[in-house]
C-alpha cells in the first residue's frame, strides 16, 4: 500500500499528558538566534509548514498518483452468501461430497466433486440475483462464495436481511504499500533481455522448488532477468497465461507460470483505466515486479541502476514459480477484483500468495471481504504473507485476521551520508547516490536561492534562479522530493540537502544525483539555523558514510512500519513479523522510469521476504499447514536492535534456517478460526496462536488460556517453560514441564495475572519453552484496563486522563466498589517571557533561532507535569516543545493558536527544559506566559473533595467531581485523582478547575 500517514504541517495538538508536578525552577535559557534581532523591523515569512508534508511525497511514484479515489465505492458492493465456498465445504448438500482438503492433504480445485459444488454454487448465486433483480460484475466460488455487483442502497438492505446471505459490504479501494516507487524523471534505459550466459548462470534450482508463490499486485515485467528461466509447471498446476498484445504467451516461461488480470471492479467504479495503464497483467507501475522478485526472484550478480552497480540480488526463494495476480491499476484496485485473484490464485493452485496491498490506517472492521477470502485460501492450505502498513503509527494495521502472516519492515541497511556544515558540525542522514569528494561547497536555502513566492523554500519546478544556484548546494523543505532534485539539478547546482521541517520517515529514493535527506525533524532544525545564521556564507560538504548512530542498530524496526496493538481485535498480536523493508534493491518495471532495478521501501518489500521463506518451509515439510508454517516463523524468530516488544516487532525477525526446525508448532484449529470470523466482534486470544495479546485485559481478575504445542521433530522431547520479561506480571505455566512425543500434541494452561504490572500501561515479554536443542518463545503484551481503553500504545499515555471544570470521566475496564481520593488543587504558575527572533515560518531547534527555554525540575513522587504557553496577540502561533536529557520527550505545535499544553503523566523525576519557538511572529520581540504545574502524588492540599460514584461496571462511564472547599485562587489549578476498587488502587486523571 502506498504510504498514507500524511505527517501534516497542520500540527496537532499533543493530547493532554495530564500530569502535575511538584516543585518547578525556572531559569531562562535565553533567546538565541543567529543575528540580533532589531525591534520593530519586519521578519521575513518563509512560510514553512504550510504546506501538507506527507511520507508519500518522499517519492514521486507512479503508484503515489492514485491516492485521489476514495476509500469507499459509491453504490459497489460485496455480497457473501452463506454457503461454504470449494475451499471450505464439508458435506451436508445431498448429492455433493465435500470438498474442503483433509489434514495433510491439499485442495483439488477441479475435481469432479468441486466442479459439481461450483455448479451448485453458481445456481444458488444466481436465484439470490434473480429475486432481487441484480447482475453480478463478477462471481466467486473458490475461496469466497458471493458476488460483486451495483446496488442501490435499498438494494443491499433488503439483500443482508436474506437468510442465504452472510454479508453486504460496500466495495472499497486499497493500494499498494510501498513508500518508494519508480521516479518517472529518471533517466532512461531500455529493457534489455538476458544474455544466455546470464540465462544459464541464474536458472540453477537454489531454493523453492515445486511451489507456486502467487503476487495479487500491479502485475509483473516478464522480461527482467530476476525472471529469464524456463521451467517446468509443477504438479497439478491449473494456472493459465492470459496474453494481450502486450503480453505475449512467451511470458510465461515457467518461472512465471501463470499471469492473469482482474479490473472488472475498476472499470465499473471508474469506467476506464488510470493513465500509462495495460488492461494486461504487464507491470506498467514497478511495485508487483518488485514484490515478485524480491519472493522469488532468480540470482542477478549486478544490479544496475542508471549506470550504478548495487551489487547482487536474489529472490528469498529464488526456485520457486511465480503466479502473477494483476488487481491494482496504478497502485490501487477495488475489493472486488481482489477478491476474484485470491480466488483465482487458489483455484490455480498456489501454496502461498504475497500481498503488499492495505488500506490507509489500517484495518477499520474485522471481516472484511478480502479477510474472508484469506481464510478460505488459509483453510485450503494456502499461506498468505501480508503487509502491515506504512502509516507509521501504533494500531494503524492492515491485513489483521489471525490467518494472515501481517509483516512490518526492518532497516538493515543505513546507508549514511553526512552533511558537513561550516562550523564543524556533522548531521549524518542518509543517500544511496554517489556523492562525490568535494571541499566545502556554498550552500543557500529559500530566498538565498531564489523566490519565496514561487516555492524557493521548497525547491518547487521553477522556483530557482540558476544565478543564486549553479555551483551551489542546496537545502530544500521538500514537499516532492524527485520535483526538488530536478529543479537543483536543472538550475545548475551541484547537490541538494533533502529535509522536512517535521521530519518525515527514513528511506531513501536513488536520484542519479549527489543527494543526501535528512529524515527527522532534529536534523531539519540544525541545518535551518546554520543556514539561516549563514545567509549568504554558508558552505557544507556531502560525503558518503556516517559515525554509525544514526539508527539505533541493525537491523531496527523502520520508522514507518505500522505497528501494535491491533485496533480491530483486542486479543490479537500483530504483526506478526518484520523483515527487510527499506532501501530493498529488486527487479522494476521500466514503464515507470525506465530502470530496470531500484530501490523500494516499505511493508511492501518486508512481506515478500516473509512469503520466500514460506515457500522455503513448504518445500522442505510439504505436510505442513499455513498455521505450523507462520509458528515456525515466528516461536524462531530473533529480536530487532533497540526493541523487544511485541507491540513493534511481533515475534521479531523470521529466520529460515530455524524455522526450519522448530521443535515446536503452535497452530490454530480450523473451528477456533471459522468462529472468530463469524464473531460480530471478535476477540482472538482463546485462538492457539505463538503469541498472547491482551489489550484491554481486567486486571482485576486472573486472564487464563490454553496452548497446544505440536512437536514437528522426530524424537520425543522434554520441554520447560520459564518467563522472559513481563515485569511486575505473574505467570504461570501449567504444567510447566512436557514430554512431548514426534507428532503428539501437549497442551499447557497459561494464567496472567497483573501483579505489580502498571495499569493503562503495557507489560511486554514472552513464554519459552525449552528444551535440550529447541528453543520455542510465545511473545506476550498486556495492558489492564484501569480507566483509559485505547486501540494503540503508551505513547500519548495521557490521552483520556485529564478532565476539566472540575469533572472527570472515567471508563472503568473492571467491575466492582469504587472509593477516590484527590490532592487537591495545585494552582498554575504562571510567568511572563518574551523571546526575539528574525524570521517567522522557521523550523525549530533547541537554542535556535525564535527558541526560548525554560528549566522545570521534576522531583520523585510526582503524579503529572502540566506546561502551558499562552499570548495576547491573535498574528503570533507559539509552539512548545519539552525535552529532559536532551531528548524529545512531548511537543505541542496546533499550526493555529499559541495556548499549546504538554501533560505527562507520572513524569520521571529530573530537570526538564521547556522550549518556546515562534513558528510564526509578527515582530522581532515575541511576549508571551508560560505556565508550570507540578502535582504531587500523595499531597493534601485539603481545598477540594471528590466525588466518586459507589460502584462502576466494566465498559461504561462514571462522572467524578472535585468539590473546591473554601475560597479559590482566581488562576487555573490541577488536581490528581486515585481510586480503589476493593483492596486495589487503580491511578486516575489529572483535572483542571477550567
Known sequence: MVSSASLRRRRRIAVASAVTVFATIFSGLGSIGPAAAQTGAPLPDLKLGQYDHSRAALTGGGALHTAAQPDTIKGQYVVRLREAPVTSYTGGVEGLAATKPTAGQELRPHSAAAEKYRQHLGEAQRDVLGDFGVRAQRTYTTAFNGFSAKLTGAQAGKLSKDPRVAAVTPARLVKADAATTPTPQAAQHPAQAPTAAQTAAQTKPVHGSNTVIGVIDTGIWPESASFAATMAAPAGWHGTCQTSADFPATACNGKIVGARYFADGWLSAYGSLPEGESLSPRDMIGHGTHTASTAAGLPVKHAMVLGHDYGAISGVAPDARISVYKALWGGSGTDADIIAAIDAAVADGVQVINYSIGTSMGDYQPNSPIGNAF???????????????????????????????????????????????????????????????????????????????????????????????????????????????ATVKAAGGVGVVLFQSTGNTRLNVIYDFPTVYLWSAEQAGKLFNYLWAHRTDGTASLAEGGDGKSVVGLPSVASLSSYGPDQTHTGLQKPDLVADGIDVVAAVSPMAGGR?????????????????????????????????????????????????????????????????????????????????????????????????????????????????????????????????????????????????????TAKVTITLER????????????????????????????????????????????????????????????????????????????????????????????????????????????????????????????????????????????????????????????????????????????????????????????????????????????????????????????????????????????????
Open 375 to 485: 481464510l478460505n485460501a488459509y483453510l485450503a492450505g494456502v499461506f498468505v504473507a501480508a503487509s502491515a502498513g506504512n502509516d507509521g503509527m501504533s494500531g494503524m494495521i492492515s491485513n489483521a485476521e489471525p490467518w494472515v502472516t501481517t509483516v512490518g519492515a526492518t532497516v538493515e541497511r543505513s546507508h549514511e551520508a553526512t552533511v558537513r556544515l561550516g562550523d564543524g558540525t556533522r548531521i549524518v542522514g542518509t543517500s544511496m547516490d554517489r556523492l562525490p569528494s568535494r571541499r566545502s561547497t556554498p550552500i543557500v536555502f529559500a530566498d538565498q536561492a531564489g523566490s519565496l513566492d514561487d516555492g524557493a523554500q521548497y525547491c518547487w519546478s521553477g522556483s530557482l534562479d540558476p544565478a543564486k544556484v549553479k555551483g551551489k548546494i542546496v537545502a530544500c523543505d521538500f514537499i516532492d522530493s524527485v520535483d526538488a532534485v
Open 755 to 994: 501483579g505489580t504490572a502498571t495499569w493503562d500501561r503495557y507489560t511486554t515479554g514472552s513464554l519459552v519453552f525449552s528444551s535440550a536443542k529447541h528453543r520455542v518463545r510465545l511473545t506476550v503484551a498486556g495492558r489492564p484496563w484501569g480507566f483509559t481503553p485505547r486501540p494503540y500504545d503508551d505513547t500519548g499515555i495521557e490521552f483520556g486522563r485529564t478532565g476539566g471544570q472540575g469533572q472527570g470521566f472515567l471508563e472503568p475496564g473492571f467491575t466492582g466498589p469504587l472509593a477516590g481520593r484527590t490532592t487537591g488543587y495545585t494552582p498554575v504558575t504562571w510567568t511572563d517571557k518574551k523571546l526575539t527572533t528574525t524570521v517567522s515560518g522557521g523550523v525549530f531547534s533547541p537554542g535556535g533561532v525564535g527558541t526560548q527555554g525554560t528549566k522545570i525540575v521534576v522531583p520523585r513522587g510526582s503524579a503529572g507535569l502540566v506546561v502551558q504557553t499562552a499570548s495576547d496577540d491573535p498574528g503570533t502561533n507559539l509552539d512548545l516543545y519539552l525535552y529532559k536529557d536532551g531528548k524529545l520527550v512531548d511537543r505541542s505545535w496546533a499550526s493555529w493558536h499559541s495556548s499549546e499544553r504538554s501533560a505527562r503523566f507520572f513524569p520521571e523525576p529530573g530537570v526538564y527544559t521547556a522550549y518556546v519557538h515562534a513558528q510564526t511572529a509578527t515582530s522581532t520581540d515575541v511576549p508571551y506566559r508560560l505556565g508550570v504545574t507540578v502535582v504531587p502524588e500523595n499531597g493534601d492540599r485539603r481545598n477540594a473533595t471528590l466525588t466518586t460514584p459507589a460502584k462502576v461496571e466494566r465498559g461504561g462511564s462514571a462522572q467524578v467531581t472535585l468539590n473546591p472547599v473554601g475560597p479559590q485562587p482566581d488562576v487555573e489549578q490541577w488536581a490528581y485523582t486515585e481510586f480503589r476498587t476493593g483492596r486495589t488502587v487503580v491511578p486516575g486523571l489529572l483535572i483542571s478547575s477550567r
Open 596 to 744: 530496470l532495478f531500484d530501490a523500494y521501501s516499505g511493508t511492501s518489500m518486508a512481506a515478500p521476504h516473509v512469503a520466500g521463506m514460506a515457500a522455503l518451509l513448504r518445500t522442505r515439510h510439504p505436510k505442513w499447514s499455513p498455521g505450523a508454517t507462520a509458528s515456525a516463523l515466528r516461536t524462531t524468530a530473533a529480536d530487532t536492535k533497540g526493541t523487544s516488544s511485541p507491540l513493534r516487532q511481533g515475534s521479531g525477525m523470521p529466520r529460515t534456517s530455524s524455522a526450519d526446525d522448530p521443535g515446536l508448532v503452535i497452530e490454530p484449529s480450523a473451528a477456533e478460526l471459522t468462529a472468530f470470523a463469524a464473531a460480530a466482534t471478535p476477540d482472538g486470544k482463546e485462538i492457539n496462536l505463538p503469541s498472547i495479546a491482551l489489550r484491554e485485559y481486567d486486571g482485576t481478575k486472573p486472564v487464563q488460556l490454553t496452548r497446544r504445542l505440536t512437536n514437528v521433530g522426530t524424537r520425543t522431547e522434554t520441554y520447560t517453560a520459564h518467563v522472559d520479561g513481563l515485569a511486575g506480571m505473574k505467570v504461570t505455566v501449567s504444567p510447566r514441564t512436557i514430554s512431548v512425543k514426534p507428532g503428539a
